[in-house]
């Protein structure tokens, strides 16, 4: 099966910094990559799927990118807001795995 | 708007049996793919089974491959988990999810907590 990781675990940023979060498959997957937002004690949140296309509602400050095997999510503009963990997930078959998950705060 | 409500959680004895539902409401049920995902204390996403949108195709992972079964009942807007031979590794909030495209999950249910325990 096709594992999931990212870097790095965890990071603290000031507001407004740009923030960037990197999701990697151990093989191919093509633009199968979706990212969620799980607030503290809230349910995950589709962000991007598609590798770069943004969800319905999603503030235009987060984008993605990438192909193959290697991705990246960026928060142009850290807002307090924005803390949560970040999910990255493949698709192209069963199992859907997701990464290990992303900690932002802010500093 | 979308709904997804998970019932069925509880404390439960390794080696026993528990069975959640996901009552769906508010999108057209049955012409969607539905996903189980868990989540246990602290801890990251676990996906942990997926049926089709008219039940023919299932899959699992293999942490609960052959102890799990999923199931949908169309006509009754249900997602359902049977899960058998429970571990105290299952415990976890479990999710139900709805797919936008084959695995993508857009909308999320707000959980029950499985929690496997003498």
């Known amino acids: 099966d096709i594992q999931m990781t990212q870097s790095p675990s965890s990071l603290s940023a000031s507001v407004g910094d740009r923030v960037t979060i990197t999701c990697r498959a151990s093989q191919g997957i093509s633009n199968y990559l979706a990212w969620y937002q799980q607030k503290p004690g809230k349910v995950p949140k589709l962000l991007i799927y598609?590798?770069?296309t943004l969800q319905s509602g999603v503030p235009s400050r987060f984008s993605g990118s990438g192909s193959g095997t290697d991705f990246t999510l960026t928060i142009s503009s850290l807002q307090p807001e924005d803390v949560a963990t970040y999910f990255c997930q493949k698709y192209n078959s069963a199992p859907f795995t997701f990464g290990p998950g992303t900690k932002v705060d802010i500093e | 708007q979308v709904q997804l409500v998970e019932s069925g959680g509880g404390v439960v004895q390794p080696g026993r049996s528990l069975r959640l539902s996901c009552a769906a409401s508010g999108f057209t049920f049955s012409g969607y793919g539905m996903h189980w995902v868990r989540q246990a204390p602290g801890k990251g996403l676990e996906w942990v089974a997926v049926t089709s949108y008219d039940g023919s195709n299932k899959y699992y992972a293999d942490s609960v491959k052959g102890r799990f079964t999923i199931s949908r009942d169309n006509s009754k807007n249900t997602l359902s988990l049977q899960m058998n031979s429970l571990r105290a590794e299952d415990t976890a909030v479990y999710y139900c999810?709805?797919?936008?495209?084959?695995?993508?999950?857009?909308?999320w249910g707000q959980g029950t907590l499985v929690t496997v325990s003498s």
């Open positions: 999810a709805k797919d936008r495209a084959i695995g993508v999950f857009d909308y």
């Open positions: 598609a590798a770069s």
